[in-house]
């Protein structure tokens, strides 16, 4: 019968074999990032730059992002500056309003907005 032992280094060191994977893969990202970058700016294909067309539009109607109606857990619990199982508690027990779709739970910002008004 043999057997057979497995040592993972780097440099000098002994690591663990997830640890010496980690390294491995990132050395590895690093030599195709270093094989795919051109040397230098003469190497590079000058491509024609496609540039969006420019719109033009009148003072005060910039296009915005419509704010949402309801967020998640997460976002809730990001803008009250509170962590994620205190929303889900108040939601169980009713103190915060809360919408169901489908599957999903939401908080209405109108909710949001008049527990940050409350505390003021």
Request: hydrophobic fraction near 40%.
């Amino acid at each position: 019968m043999f057997s057979v032992e497995i040592k993972f280094k780097v440099g000098d060191r002994e690591v663990s074999p997830e640890r010496f994977v980690t390294l491995f893969l990132k050395e590895l990202l690093r030599s195709a990032q270093d094989e795919i970058r051109p040397e230098s700016i003469q190497d590079r294909v000058k491509a024609p730059v496609i540039r969006p067309p420019v719109v033009a539009t009148p003072a005060g109607m910039e296009k915005k992002e419509p704010e949402p109606l309801a967020v998640n857990f997460k976002q809730a619990a990001f803008l009250l500056g509170v962590k994620e199982p205190t929303i889900r508690k108040h939601v169980r027990l009713g103190t915060i309003p809360h919408v169901r779709v489908g599957r999903r739970v939401l908080v209405p910002m109108k909710a949001i907005n008049d527990l940050t008004m409350r505390s003021v």
